[in-house]
């Protein structure tokens, strides 16, 4: 991830559109910083970058596996399908 986001501008100026950067969160995630709420890899408060509109899906239920069953992978697609059929 931090490779990824030390590149951040140059991937950014291949894309002309809109660019959402969807995430979940729920999950005890560790960072340099401690432990946080993420998606077990990477922490909610990480994932935001310059010029994307950040969508952090969190579900009713806080427990994290709970969490994460509910908003995971099928939330991550849905979110994404909801976005491209709107642009």
């Not at 959402?20 to 408060?45: E, K, M, N």
């Not at 596996?65 to 979110?79: F, N, Q, T």
């Amino acid at each position: 991830m931090q490779d990824l986001n030390s590149r951040w501008d140059a991937q950014r100026a291949q894309v002309g559109g809109a660019v959402s950067i969807i995430g979940v969160s729920g999950a005890p995630t560790v960072d340099t910083t401690g432990v946080h709420t993420g998606d077990g890899f990477v922490t909610a408060r990480t994932l935001g970058r310059p010029n994307a509109e950040l969508v952090v899906l969190r579900g009713a239920d806080p427990t994290p596996v709970a969490h994460l069953l509910e908003v995971g992978y099928s939330g991550v697609i849905a979110e994404v399908q909801a976005r491209l059929a709107r642009d």
